[in-house]
């Protein structure tokens, strides 16, 4: 069974930067699309950017490009989001997920870590 551990969150000003971690275990992930959701107080989960394992291409929702990069280290099992420029708008709980077609992880991966929690303060 997969299984998702993310860590990395806290408290940050506003214009800071975090790096967020999360280890994936329990599959061969070579088909796998990965990535990051975040959910904010009293609005629904959303999509933030995910990388397709095999390739490394990345994608990324419009309200964090140009600020958050994804990576993936493929030997450990471990995808990355780094996050500069951070805005008060990005406090919430930031949620890893997998899933093993790239095409429906955008509406709902299958996969999801517990979350942690970033908070950004102006």
């Known amino acids: 069974q997969v299984h998702l551990s993310e860590s990395g969150g806290g408290l940050v000003q506003a214009g800071g930067s975090l790096r967020l971690s999360c280890a994936a275990s329990?599959?061969?992930?070579?088909?796998?699309?990965m990535g990051w959701f975040r959910q904010a107080p009293g609005k629904e989960r959303e999509y933030v950017a995910d990388i397709r394992w095999s390739g490394g291409s990345t994608y990324y929702s419009d309200s964090v490009k140009g600020r958050f990069t994804i990576s993936r280290d493929n030997a450990k099992n471990m995808i990355y989001l780094q996050m500069d420029s951070l805005k008060p708008e990005d406090t919430a709980v930031y949620y890893c997920?997998?899933?093993?077609?790239?095409?429906?992880?955008?509406?709902?991966?299958?996969?999801w870590g517990q979350g942690t929690q970033v908070t950004v303060s102006s």
């Open positions: 329990g599959d061969t992930f070579s088909s796998y699309a």
């Open positions: 997920a997998a899933d093993p077609r790239y095409v429906t992880f955008p509406s709902g991966p299958k996969y």
